[in-house]
């Protein structure tokens, strides 16, 4: 089982009541690697 099934299985056995706390988490996780991705770009640029 891969992570991304594991994590499935999770959400699967987790109350109802607990989805949009875990919806928030896995956005706020996106939003964190979005923007640490844009940093290190305009890192990279600044150095060329």
Do not use: C, G, W
């Not at 299985?9 to 690697?33: A, C, G, M």
């Amino acid at each position: 089982m891969n992570a991304k099934e594991s994590l499935l299985t999770e959400i699967e056995q987790i109350p109802e009541s607990l989805d949009p706390e875990v919806l928030n988490f896995l956005q706020y996780l996106k939003y964190r690697h979005s923007n640490q991705e844009k940093l290190e770009t305009t890192v990279k640029n600044q150095k060329s």
